[in-house]
């Protein structure tokens, strides 16, 4: 549906008078047989004569040319070609010209992200494949495609001068799409690595996420240790650190798991737990984030030195915490064997007739509705009651209520 919105968002530029063309990210990934995540339109409409073909538009950038059309239920981002001025914050151009196609992918970060494609155009042949439309190749991409290479448009210098996060986007985009970064980029982004402290963090954060979102992440932390880039992105000595954890992770681990396995890698289990202050920082992590990764650590800790002496109800209070499941993904990453054995004994706990994390048959409430008096006690006393609950030891609120009035006197809960 994508497709098709953008498709006709094109073709009524076209009708109009002029060209529109797919850019950028959906062109590389349909020329590689991929399902491209969203749809841009480039073409050589100004922001007003694009707020006066369609009905339904919101400006995103329109200083910068980009606009936002809503068309068949989906949003297709439409930018003006475009040549750019000098980076002064190397991030954002100072200043923007509406332009033509050619100066609109020479102002492009890399080749296989400036291609063009007509998709009111006839089918046509490329490689092996029929395309839905006409590619338009101005620098080089459709080679690099092929030769599955990552490389600079014009002078790498100068692209990552503009922008300096350019450089964890060859890594990135490299590493997903099994691509290798071209000798003279890689050379500029090793020589440019320490510079990459010069942006802000937040967006350091992100390309980090979206790395650790995806099953190349190891290839991804490895070309960065390779080009010196993780010194920079976490504020540590770099090192060309073996990346066993990480790269023994299943593809479809979580961003915490994957950022705990880097943690490891680099540091150990113990250094690891230490890392998350200064990686909060450093990749500006959000408090869910933060705590997530944090959770995923204590209980691979707890995982590896207790499990085998822990009573049943502390099993099953540790298989529910949060971070649990990441912690066994870890844990599975760095001894297969141990997690198996941990897998079956929680499979053992889920089907005892209990389960892992059942409702409380005593709450609070009760407790109180029973006339004890609330206290500092009352969690203490609760958590017994529950415990017992876990180990099958009480099923029935009588049964819970009748331990609990045992028990009060040892948490100083009195009625």
């Not at 190397?90 to 291609?115: C, G, I, K, Q, W």
């Not at 790269?247 to 681990?253: D, F, S």
């Not at 876990?390 to 040892?410: F, I, K, P, Q, Y």
Request: glycine share 10%; aromatic share 4%; charged share 30%.
């Amino acid at each position: 549906m994508a497709r098709d919105a953008a498709v006709d968002v094109a073709r009524r530029l076209q009708d109009a008078g002029h060209i529109a063309y797919f850019a950028g990210g959906c062109v590389r990934d349909e020329l590689l047989g991929l399902e491209p995540t969203d749809y841009d339109v480039a073409t050589d409409a100004t922001p007003e004569r694009i707020r006066g073909l369609f009905h339904r538009t919101s400006e995103v950038g329109a200083a910068f040319g980009v606009m936002l059309v809503r068309e068949n239920h989906q949003t297709i981002e439409v930018a003006t070609f475009r040549e750019e001025g000098a980076y002064s914050d190397r991030r954002r151009p100072d200043d923007v010209r509406f332009s033509t196609p050619e100066h609109d992918a020479r102002r492009r970060d890399y080749t296989v992200n400036a291609l063009f494609l007509d998709p009111v155009a006839a089918d046509e042949a490329v490689g092996q494949s029929t395309i839905h439309g006409h590619v338009i190749d101005l620098v080089g991409g459709l080679d690099d495609l092929r030769a599955k290479r990552i490389r600079a448009v014009g002078d790498p210098n100068d692209r990552l001068a503009e922008d300096h996060l350019r450089a964890l986007r060859a890594v990135r985009l490299a590493a997903k799409l099994g691509f290798e970064i071209e000798a003279g980029t890689a050379r500029a982004i090793r020589e440019h690595a320490s510079e990459l402290v010069g942006v802000s963090r937040e967006r350091i954060g992100e390309e980090v996420r979206r790395m650790m979102g995806h099953a190349s992440r190891a290839k991804a932390v490895a070309m960065m240790q390779s080009l010196g880039l993780d010194a920079p992105v976490l504020g540590e000595p770099a090192g060309d650190h073996p990346l066993a954890t990480l790269g023994a992770l299943a593809p479809g681990a979580s961003p915490s798991a994957a950022l705990g396995a880097w943690a490891i890698d680099r540091s150990g289990a113990v250094g690891a737990a230490e890392a998350v202050g200064a990686w909060r920082v450093r990749l500006m992590l959000s408090n869910e984030e933060s705590r997530a990764l944090r959770d995923a650590l204590d209980s691979l800790a707890a995982l590896r030195a207790d499990w085998g002496a822990m009573p049943v109800a502390a099993r099953k209070r540790l298989l529910a915490t949060p971070g649990c499941d990441d912690a066994r993904a870890m844990l599975r990453a760095i001894d297969a064997v141990a997690c198996d054995a941990i897998d079956r004994d929680a499979n053992t706990l889920a089907s005892d007739g209990v389960g892992i994390a059942p409702a409380p048959v005593l709450t609070g409430d009760e407790l109180v509705g029973a006339g004890f008096k609330p206290g500092r006690g009352f969690k203490g006393l609760l958590d017994l009651v529950y415990d017992a609950q876990l180990e099958g030891r009480v099923a029935s609120l009588d049964e819970a209520m009748a331990l609990a009035t045992r028990e009060a006197g040892r948490f100083g809960v009195g009625r």
